[in-house]
């Protein structure tokens, strides 16, 4: 599967790929405060780091050695917590609160150092990678969200029974659907049925 395409379970048991388009829309898929809180994966640091070896900064490189301590751990959860207030209010036309931005300005100093690999000539991240430097590198995805060339793109899918984000990536940007293999799908069979009902 690609880095950065998550495979999500429905409350029916369906299974279907989810690709939120942007890191810092990733990590909100581990968890998160209050009704978030039962789909928590990041129970302790070395989940966390396994996730994030699977996450789209490895479409830039490899994440072989990530190294995340408990109170990294701690701080990424603050920031997803953060990214649970602002990523609604960005996909609702808001605008997210003076402190939930200086918190993502806060947390943007170290980020994962890409470098030559000698032996591959290939693209690789310095060693080992941090839970800071995850910290920063979600960070500065989630500033480029509020701020940027990528504002205004986050999404809220249009089923009335997800409430699933995403970077709009679609060149007319008017993306509707979480994913097309499961919300699109029923739309599309929804509308089937009234056409053919009316018919």
Known sequence: MT???????????????????SLSLELMLTGGPGPY???????????????FTGSRLALTA????????????????????TLHRVAPALAR????SDEDLALLNGA????????????TRRLAWAPPVTGDQLLGAVARDAIG???GE????????????????FFDTSRSGNRRWCSMERCG?????RAYRARTETA
């Open 150 to 165: 990528r504002s205004g793109r986050v999404r809220e899918c249009s089923a009335d029974d997800c409430s699933l984000l």
């Open 145 to 147: 969200l509020v701020a």
């Open 62 to 81: 490899p994440l072989t050695d990530v190294r995340i301590k408990s109170a990294e751990l701690a701080a990424l959860k603050e920031l997803r917590a």
């Open 3 to 21: 880095p950065g395409t998550r495979v999500l379970v429905s409350a029916q048991g369906e299974r279907y790929r989810f690709d939120p388009g």
């Open 93 to 96: 036309g808001g605008t997210p």
């Open 37 to 51: 809180e039962r789909y928590e994966i990041a129970h302790t640091p070395s989940d966390l780091a396994e996730w």
């Open 185 to 189: 799908n029923r739309a599309k069979i």
């Open 108 to 119: 943007t100093e170290a980020t994962p150092r890409p470098l030559v690999d000698p032996k």
